[in-house]
C-alpha cells in the first residue's frame, strides 16, 4: 500500500508539471497505425532533418 500512495502522490506531482494530454509547442504526432517500420522512421527523419535544415548543424 505504501509504494501505491507513493506512485499516485508521484503522478499527481507530474501532472502540475506537464500536461501529457496536450503535446507540447512543436512536437509532431505520427500515426503509425497503417505505415511499417520504415516508413515510420523514414516520417520521423524528415521531420528531423527539415529542423535541422530550417536552423542549420551549429
Do not use: K, M, Y
Not at 500512495?5 to 503535446?23: K, L
Not at 504526432?29 to 528531423?48: C, F
Amino acid at each position: 500500500e505504501a509504494v501505491s500512495d507513493q506512485v499516485i502522490r508521484r503522478d499527481q506531482d507530474d501532472s502540475t508539471v506537464s500536461n501529457f494530454s496536450e503535446a507540447a509547442d512543436g512536437v509532431h504526432h505520427i500515426d503509425s497505425t497503417a505505415i511499417d517500420l520504415p516508413e515510420t522512421v523514414a516520417l520521423v527523419l524528415g521531420l528531423v532533418q527539415a529542423r535541422v535544415g530550417a536552423r542549420g548543424l551549429g
